[in-house]
């Protein structure tokens, strides 16, 4: 959607610049980045076909027009290199990018294998009847195919810049790169462990003594007899090759090589024998499971971020696109020869971008790399929050959640016994309040038979209910004191104190109590 969406974009705003009549370059739509990619693209493939062809086929003395043409391919490559240098202005600002690395290296093997060829192919046409400068001319002839044989794989890595701008292929191109930093740091670890046992197995080796020579070519056959029995032990030992041979076993039996050593395993001794089961269980078990290990992790990593990742790389690509010519090489050499002599002698500009400070159809390469700067700083956050989210930080989560979880619990476990307590002492009140109700109905105007069956009702004796009434017009209060009982046990007794306030001249004394 985001690659739609900048297509949309780029048509918008040419079409704009076209009405206006403000147009990027003289090339009009050519001059569109994507444009550029799609045609350089093509042409990239269609030099592939021919260096391929070169090299499928076995060389003649003379130079063949697929040679010649590939050569001359080359040679509007390098100077439309070349322009791009000058349009740089610095050759280290120029190979600080990878790209035109892999490109330098392309262009200077193919143009060395042309040089040797094409001296070659002189020194051949020269060598007629001079058997020595036609052998001369053989080795220049071959190589000129080495140096080109190693210029196709230069080629072939350059094919990834073109799929780099699709977004899977440029995840796994961006893992790649990763894994690359990772495989350099294990190799270090790598090296310094086996040039320690490299040069254990070489001392330990040393010592041996070998088998018959007829049954073992890899012996000498030295049979030379000596007195002296010091130079007797040193010619037994003369059955290696080279010192090198066991120095390079441990480095080799990671692919599980073993120089030799497989068909005598058993007649070595101990020291040697346990010291190559060591190498090989660090080197195969260790080393290559660590390793493996470390990719998985910068896959995973790379994953992660993989939209942010592949569109970094994308902006990074696209920008040197707004500033190459909008005609490919090798058909703009000519044009761009011409312009570059401009430049050197008479300081011409080389690109009308920089002649009138035109803005581009889409965004300049200040705007690019602004926004270069923001994805990569968003890239980094994302790195710093997956490496939030290790193991260690997820223990630490867990942790802290079934202590949130125990602290809730508790906190459960206190209301829950708060509310035990509340009911209890509602129920309490509530027993309290009907005994209340009790006495408040001893008060109210009735019989004495009424008062008594209530009494008895609610639980009183009947003694409890008998009063001396006292003069005519006289009144009492009854307040009564509840004795306290254990919730949920059968009602308690209860004692009520009556004080019996005495309204007239007669009767009880004022203040008095009875039971």
């Not at 790169?177 to 462990?193: P, S």
């Not at 090198?244 to 001794?269: A, C, H, K, N, Q």
């Amino acid at each position: 959607a985001s690659r739609a969406g900048l297509s949309v974009v780029q048509v918008h705003l040419l079409s704009q610049q076209r009405r206006s009549g403000d147009v990027v370059s003289s090339g009009g739509f050519w001059a569109i980045p994507r444009v550029k990619f799609m045609m350089r693209g093509a042409l990239e493939l269609s030099f592939l076909a021919l260096y391929a062809y070169v090299l499928l086929f076995k060389p003649y003395a003379r130079i063949t027009l697929a040679e010649l043409v590939l050569f001359l391919w080359s040679i509007g490559l390098a100077v439309d290199e070349f322009y791009q240098y000058l349009l740089t202005g610095s050759i280290i600002t120029h190979l600080s990018d990878t790209w035109n690395q892999v490109d330098f290296a392309k262009l200077t093997l193919i143009l060395s294998a042309a040089v040797l060829r094409a001296s070659a192919a002189i020194i051949h046409f020269a060598a007629i009847g001079h058997a020595p400068l036609y052998a001369t001319a053989l080795d220049l002839c071959r190589h000129a195919r080495v140096a080109l044989s190693f210029g196709a794989l230069a080629c072939i890595v350059r094919l990834f810049a073109m799929f780099s701008l699709q977004q899977h292929m440029g995840v796994l191109f961006l893992s790649c790169c990763f894994m690359w930093t990772d495989i350099k740091r294990f190799l270090a670890l790598l090296f310094v462990n086996m040039v320690g046992f490299g040069l254990c197995v070489a001392g330990i080796a040393s010592t041996l003594t070998p088998p018959s020579a007829p049954d073992n070519p890899r012996f000498s056959t030295n049979t030379t007899t000596s007195s002296d029995p010091a130079d007797a032990l040193m010619d037994s030992a003369e059955y290696i090759y080279s010192p090198w041979e066991p120095f390079l076993v441990p480095f080799w039996s990671i692919f599980g090589v073993m120089s030799g050593y497989d068909d005598r395993m058993l007649d070595l001794p101990l020291p040697l024998s346990a010291l190559l089961w060591v190498c090989f269980l660090l080197s195969q078990v260790v080393l290559l499971n660590l390793l493996v290990a470390i990719m998985n992790d910068t896959w995973q990593r790379v994953k992660d971020s993989a939209d942010e990742e592949w569109k970094f790389l994308l902006v990074q690509d696209m920008e040197e696109f707004f500033h190459l010519h909008h005609v490919p090489p090798p058909f703009n050499t000519l044009h761009l020869l011409r312009k570059i002599y401009a430049h050197v002698i008479a300081d011409a500009p080389l690109s009308e971008n920089e002649a009138h400070h035109v803005r581009g159809p889409l965004l300049t390469p200040s705007d690019l790399k602004k926004k270069s700067k923001v994805a990569q700083a968003t890239m980094l956050r994302k790195h710093v929050e997956a490496e939030a989210l290790t193991t260690y930080a997820k223990l630490e989560g867990i942790t802290k959640s079934q202590l949130e979880n125990l602290e809730r619990l508790d906190k459960l476990s206190a209301a829950s016994a708060y509310a035990n307590r509340t009911l209890n002492q509602m129920h309490v009140l509530v027993q309290q309040q009907s005994r209340l109700d009790c006495i408040d109905e001893l008060h109210r105007p009735s019989t004495s038979g009424r008062k008594d069956s209530l009494l008895s009702s609610r639980g009183f004796p009947k003694h409890h209910a008998q009063a001396h009434h006292g003069q005519a017009g006289s009144s009492f209060e009854a307040r009564p004191n509840i004795c306290r009982g254990s919730l949920g046990s059968s009602p308690p007794a209860m004692h009520a104190q009556v004080q019996v306030r005495a309204t007239g001249t007669g009767g009880l004394r004022r203040g008095s109590t009875f039971d």
